[in-house]
């Protein structure tokens, strides 16, 4: 039996103009909610349930497919875009008028455009391993191994370990630990991510990277929320490079580094992540 509250909580649905988008909501009512985005070829059911359950002991935590993702209906994106659109048009199917967005590796790219976007209804940011767009200076050019395997037709259990963290013995004890708490969830049988859904996303991912770093840079400066970014010092997918510029041109933000961590050190630290997510958002 689950020891987790959030492997309890039930699908939602809540219709929009676009898609029947399904989500799950957990925690306390009142306050600022927090929406979390999610990475690519993920539906609601990756979530880490350790980690849901940390940051919704005090927060309005809400977790979605975007469109044409998972469980939720419509017709796949293939922008960041097209994301940002659905992740606006659920906020606003839900009635809410401000919330926090947390999103992870793409879903934080998300998460940064909605903001742009949607400056009224974005009070605060948590962008963990997100690349707002470009080429950084400084990067290390793309593993041809970390491409290859993140586009494989089926990531194994394995492949996701050698993608989210280090390759050291703690690192995949982690990475192993991980998988352990998501299989409640997806032994339930709940839909995978569409080969359509994820070459969209694939594909959105590539879009973003060829924007202009100049461009880039000027949205970043015209981004008016608080940011708190966050990173795994090895992290092989988006390396700490990029939060560190990102957070560099930012007018306010807060870097967070883990120096023993890579892509899902959100969930290879949960309880200290959810304190510090926790600790700016209740921030004045």
Same mark, same amino acid.
């Given at each position: 039996?689950?020891?987790?509250?959030?492997?309890?909580?039930?699908?939602?649905?809540?219709?929009?103009?676009?898609?029947?988008?399904?989500?799950?909501?957990?925690?306390?009512?009142?306050?600022?909610?927090?929406?979390?985005?999610?990475?690519?070829?993920?539906?609601?059911?990756?979530?880490?349930?350790?980690?849901?359950?940390?940051?919704?002991?005090?927060?309005?935590?809400?977790?979605?497919?975007?469109?044409?993702?998972?469980?939720?209906?419509?017709?796949?994106?293939?922008?960041?875009?097209?994301?940002?659109?659905?992740?606006?048009?659920?906020?606003?199917?839900?009635?809410?008028?401000?919330?926090?967005?947390?999103?992870?590796?793409?879903?934080?790219?998300?998460?940064?455009?909605?903001?742009?976007?949607?400056?009224?209804?974005?009070?605060?940011?948590?962008?963990?391993?997100?690349?707002?767009?470009?080429?950084? $200076?400084?990067?290390?050019? $793309?593993?041809?191994?970390?491409?290859?395997?993140?586009?494989? $037709?089926?990531?194994?259990?394995?492949?996701?370990?050698?993608?989210?963290?280090?390759?050291?013995?703690?690192?995949?004890?982690?990475?192993?630990?991980?998988?352990?708490?998501?299989?409640?969830?997806?032994?339930?049988?709940?839909?995978?991510?569409?080969?359509?859904?994820?070459?969209?996303?694939?594909?959105?991912?590539?879009?973003?990277?060829?924007?202009?770093?100049?461009?880039?840079?000027?949205?970043?400066?015209?981004?008016?929320?608080?940011?708190?970014?966050?990173?795994?010092?090895?992290?092989?997918?988006?390396?700490?490079?990029?939060?560190?510029?990102?957070?560099?041109?930012?007018?306010?933000?807060?870097?967070?580094?883990?120096?023993?961590?890579?892509?899902?050190?959100?969930?290879?630290?949960?309880?200290?992540?959810?304190?510090?997510?926790?600790?700016?958002?209740?921030?004045?």
């Amino acid at each position: 039996m689950s020891t987790y509250l959030s492997d309890t909580a039930e699908n939602r649905t809540v219709d929009a103009a676009s898609a029947r988008f399904i989500y799950r909501r957990i925690g306390p009512r009142g306050g600022t909610p927090l929406i979390l985005l999610n990475r690519v070829r993920a539906t609601i059911d990756w979530w880490d349930p350790q980690l849901l359950d940390l940051l919704a002991a005090d927060h309005d935590v809400i977790v979605f497919d975007d469109i044409g993702v998972g469980y939720t209906t419509g017709e796949p994106r293939d922008s960041v875009d097209g994301f940002a659109d659905g992740a606006i048009e659920f906020i606003e199917a839900l009635g809410l008028t401000q919330v926090d967005l947390l999103g992870w590796t793409l879903g934080g790219t998300v998460a940064q455009r909605v903001a742009l976007w949607r400056p009224d209804l974005v009070r605060k940011l948590v962008l963990a391993a997100s690349n707002p767009g470009g080429q950084v $200076p400084g990067a290390p050019a $793309p593993n041809q191994n970390v491409l290859a395997t993140m586009t494989k $037709p089926e990531v194994t259990g394995d492949d996701l370990v050698y993608l989210f963290f280090p390759e050291t013995d703690t690192g995949r004890a982690a990475g192993h630990e991980y998988l352990a708490r998501v299989a409640t969830r997806l032994t339930t049988g709940g839909p995978a991510v569409s080969e359509a859904a994820g070459k969209g996303q694939i594909t959105a991912i590539g879009k973003n990277m060829s924007i202009p770093l100049e461009q880039v840079v000027t949205d970043l400066q015209r981004l008016d929320q608080p940011v708190l970014y966050a990173t795994g010092l090895r992290d092989i997918m988006t390396p700490a490079v990029v939060s560190y510029t990102a957070a560099e041109h930012t007018r306010n933000a807060t870097l967070l580094g883990y120096s023993d961590a890579g892509h899902a050190f959100l969930f290879q630290h949960a309880e200290s992540f959810a304190i510090q997510v926790a600790n700016f958002l209740d921030s004045q």
